[in-house]
């Protein structure tokens, strides 16, 4: 059997764990349905929406080099194009990735200066926090001014 993506097909799943569903296929072929593949919605507990031994349309999503195919339930709705077409007519659109552009630094422009300066600053802050823990572990070893528990005098 020869599998194309976007191809609809019967299954029956053959297991369950925590990130997913195992679906086997015709003639052996097993692919796997991820959580988030297996309903329109959030799903917490696969085995509140799939058993074992149960019969299953599914869409054939990914294949990858290894031959793992990537299955969903969810997309072999029927209706499922037209699910996504009204959510995002109605503004749910999926929020856009996340780009990292840099650490945040509220406190100092630091855009202007060279990377000698930023690498200097960097490094005079490092020692100045390092000189810190330092002090602040010494401090806990020597008894930091504390009381004696022996005498209960306060030290000096």
């Known amino acids: 059997m020869s599998l194309e993506l976007g191809q609809i097909l019967d299954g029956k799943v053959t297991g369950l764990t925590k990130f997913g569903a195992f679906v086997e296929l015709a003639d052996g072929i097993s692919g796997m349905v991820h959580i ?3 309903a329109s919605t959030f799903v917490k507990e696969i085995n509140d ?12 999503i990914n294949i990858d080099e290894a031959g793992k195919i990537g299955l969903s339930i969810k997309q072999a709705e029927p209706n ?9 007519s109605r503004g749910e659109q999926r929020p856009a990735p996340k780009v990292w552009d840099g650490p945040k630094n509220k406190n100092t422009d630091d855009t202007n200066l060279s990377f000698e300066e930023m ?3 960097w ?11 330092r002090r602040s572990a010494e401090n806990k070893r ?3 001014g504390g009381y004696n528990r022996r005498s209960g005098a306060r030290r000096s």
């Open 80 to 88: 499922f194009d037209n699910q996504e077409k009204a959510s995002r």
């Open 36 to 38: 988030s593949e297996i």
């Open 119 to 121: 690498m200097s600053k």
């Open 49 to 60: 929406f799939l058993t074992v031994g149960q019969e299953v349309k599914v869409k054939v």
């Open 123 to 133: 490094k005079t802050s490092s020692d100045e926090k390092m000189s810190d823990l």
């Open 142 to 144: 020597s008894g930091g």
